[in-house]
């Protein structure tokens, strides 16, 4: 309940300053949210970020040959290296502290950016709209989840400068590559940002067909895996899949909840798709952000991958968002602005019955 008044107040702030402050106030509430992360956030042995204290501690005493320990650190040699250097320094407790510096200060600094060159004179919309992925970002997953969500967040900056803006598109797919270093889901981006190239020469049935498999990826990957297809290809690719298991395959974690507000925001991102299709010509960004929808409903088994990459759908449709709030009132802008606000508040609940939320300060 701490955290959600923590955010509103943010938020008012956020909504309150002038233009020429947006960019000190993001710097300001990374901040806060670098203190909480830092100093008042304590792990549970069921995180990933425990998980990671704990890794460091072996790294410390057995060396390097550590990451051969575990299942989600061999192969990841970006990880690994991330991993080991917080070791020699000493300075684990910095891993929350990064994520939120990556997650929030550089997100929200980028979306401040990209909407600017959108559109300069909109700044309540612009403001709007940043205190829309202040409030709905799971800042208890961010923080606990770490590698998920740090990669995510460079994807979703370099897609778009790569697709939208066209720019250091070599540099870009180098990092791709490097990022399937830190985190498997990258390769999941490195498919789409692929199929984004072979998209330009696909007519409009071929596409739609490639989406129709992206959302039945799962049971077609899985009967794939277990009737051994994948093993005529070489070791590299039978441990790539190896590797994505965690995204063929159901989980037992589950909340009912949860499960509903995944649905939510992602019904919320098709009809954003649904109302932006004849006012902004985005082609290509527009059939990520499909490809990503398909994906996460795809994952409807998974309750982890459905959830995570339902927000993922949320961080990725920011310029959909933005530039219906900035066009002139219409029926549609205005059901998408009751939508908008539907969503807050909706996710504030999420956070509030979050348990994880409710630990954060004990």
């Known amino acids: 309940m701490l955290m959600t008044g923590i955010f509103s107040v943010l938020s008012v702030f956020l909504i309150l300053v002038g233009k020429k402050n947006i960019k000190i106030t993001i710097i300001f509430i990374s901040i806060v949210l670098t203190v909480i992360a830092g100093f008042y956030f304590h792990p549970t042995p069921e995180t990933d970020l425990q998980r990671y204290y704990d890794i460091i501690g072996f790294v410390k005493s057995r060396g390097w040959s550590t990451f051969e320990l575990f299942e989600y650190t061999k192969g990841l040699y970006l990880f690994q290296l991330s991993l080991y250097i917080l ?18 200060l550089m997100f929200l600094l980028f979306l401040n950016s990209k909407m600017t060159k959108i559109s300069k004179e909109k700044v309540t919309e612009k403001k709007k709209v940043l205190v829309f992925y202040l409030i709905i970002l799971p800042f208890y997953q961010i923080i606990c989840g ?66 129709i498999l992206i959302i039945f990826y799962q049971p077609i990957m899985l009967a794939l895996y277990k009737i051994g297809f994948f093993n005529i290809f070489s070791s590299s690719a039978f441990n790539l899949v190896y590797r994505l298991q965690f995204y063929l395959t159901g989980t037992e974690q589950f909340s009912k909840a949860k499960y509903i507000f995944a649905i939510i925001n992602l019904l919320y991102v098709f009809i954003l798709l649904r109302v932006s299709r004849n006012k902004i010509q985005r082609f290509e960004y527009r059939e990520l952000l499909k490809y990503i929808v398909c994906f996460s409903v795809g994952g409807y088994y998974n309750f982890d991958l459905f959830y ?23 029926k549609d802008s205005i059901l998408i602005e009751v ?19 409710n630990m954060m300060f004990l």
């Open 87 to 104: 070791a020699i320094y000493n300075a684990e407790t910095y891993l929350p502290i990064i994520t939120v510096a990556i997650c929030y």
């Open 146 to 211: 770490i590698r998920f969500w740090i990669s995510s967040t460079f994807f979703l900056m370099l897609l778009y400068t790569d697709i939208v803006e066209k720019k250091h598109r070599k540099l870009c797919f180098v990092v791709y590559i490097i990022l399937t270093q830190f985190h498997t889901s990258a390769y999941i981006f490195l498919a789409f940002r692929i199929l984004l190239y072979l998209g330009n020469r696909l007519k409009r049935n071929q596409k739609m067909f490639i989406s």
């Open 308 to 330: 995570r990459f339902s927000y993922i759908s949320l961080l990725f449709s920011f310029p959909f968002l933005y530039k219906i709030l900035s066009t002139k009132k219409t």
């Open 339 to 357: 939508l908008t606000i539907l969503v807050v508040v909706l996710n504030m609940f999420n956070h509030v019955y979050s348990e994880g939320y």
